[in-house]
């Protein structure tokens, strides 16, 4: 995992095989199908990283050979939050990493401005006692993201209790979100050169939403 000097709250994910599936999700050839079920691969992927300082406690348990103190996580429950609609493509693999996790849902567009507006909110009871993992594939304006995490902050969930996931970020995104919440963990793959003049990141992989459920923009 590559840490960034400019933002200490980055994680870019350089694992060879995050990058080789992303790779092949970014050719245009590649089918619905298999951009699917490369998005959960790589979900559960850096779900391992985004999890790798869970606190553990011991508990006393017989093996069949002997009893011993074994570790077991301690600590709060996990709510995924997926921002509707692409960032469910990343829960599933999320899921199959923390099956017992409960899943809240943010449902967002962007007006004609590139401005999002907020058209759903569906969240778990007790949610300022879980740790949330947004997620959405694409950092692009940041506006998203940053508002994700502002629903989240207004329903009573600290900062510390707030991890990004994302797949392919711009760096004008990057910038956004990171001088609205400079305190944030936000992971992603890859950083990417720019965003275009319709604010898609370039070289991207294009709307994933679209190339998730095989729909048209």
Known sequence: MNLNTRYPHLHVIDHPLVQHKLSIMRSRNCPTKDFRQL??????????????????????????????????????????????????????????????????????????????????????????????IITDPMVATGGSAVHAVDVLLKRGVSESNIRFMSLVSAPEGLDFFFRAHPSIDLYTCAVDEKLNENAYIVPGLGDAGDRIFGTVG
Request: glycine letters at 8%.
């Open 39 to 132: 998005l959960r691969e790589i979900s559960l992927l850096v779900g391992y990283e985004l999890t790798r300082d869970f606190p553990l406690t011991r508990r006393h348990i017989e093996t069949p050979v002997a009893p011993m103190e074994a570790p077991f996580l301690s600590g709060k429950k996990v709510v995924i939050v997926p921002v509707l609609r692409a960032g469910l493509g990343m829960t599933d693999g999320l899921l199959e990493l923390i099956p017992s996790a409960r899943v809240g849902h943010i449902g967002l567009y962007r007006d004609e401005n590139k401005q999002p507006v907020e058209y759903l909110v569906r969240m778990p009871k007790h949610l300022e006692d879980r740790t949330c």
